[in-house]
């Protein structure tokens, strides 16, 4: 499939972009926490820690105010998927940047594994944004 | 992640993998729909799917009578995924082979779509399955 090269406005505000993208960053992340954990492991990631990853990351004001979590995280979703899709970013090396940001000793409650992931998909969205026009 | 080479038993047995293959069927799939339609979609496919495609594969029989069509797709999301992990089969291969069996034209009904998708998840299945051993 050929998605041409979009402006990062364009990219987060396409909503089949976003339905991929949830898609795979499921399947990253779980791919992340299979490998930090040591077994493989399945998981749905929150829409709250993609948007507070957003948020972080300095992307958030490519995006019109008063959006819920959910058009939040939908539009990490579409500009992550986006990045693969593009061969700017390999999925190896998307769960190696993830993994350097997670510690599994850190995964006492969900809530301290959410916090780790926020961190991390903090990290890999400034990472993304250096590859991407503005 | 290193995955110690299993038979084809105690791969569909796993219960974590069939978590971590779940996100990876899902992801595949979704690809495979977006390359044959010509734009970005996300899909959850049925776990009737896949325990379709697992009774018309011969791969069935390797597991014990009287399952659900919840753990037989279980058996099917964790093979998959297995085979990618362990390199038996790439993700380019993966999409390759599922669209060559997919024609989006007979899309026409969601019970058209999931026939297409049956009968290319039994393909690959089939294909799986002379990759490993038994």
């Known amino acids: 499939m050929n998605i041409r090269k979009k ?4 990219i987060i505000q396409d909503k089949g972009l976003a339905a991929l993208g949830d898609t795979y960053v499921n399947f990253v992340y779980s791919l992340v926490k299979s490998k930090v ?20 990351s300095g ?15 939908d539009a990490v979703e579409a500009l992550l998927v ?11 090396e998307v769960v190696s940047i993830l993994s350097s940001q997670i510690k599994a000793e850190n995964f006492s409650t969900k809530e ?7 961190k991390a998909f903090t990290f890999l969205l400034i990472k993304t944004k250096g590859k991407l026009k503005s």
């Open 7 to 10: 402006s990062i406005n364009e």
């Open 37 to 56: 954990i040591g077994k493989p492991q399945g998981e749905r990631v929150r829409g709250k820690v993609l948007a507070e990853a957003l948020k972080n």
């Open 59 to 73: 992307l958030r004001s490519y995006l019109p105010n008063r959006l819920s979590s959910h058009e939040l995280s």
């Open 82 to 92: 986006y990045s693969w899709l593009n061969k700017l970013v390999s999925l190896d």
């Open 112 to 118: 301290q594994e959410w916090k780790e992931a926020v």
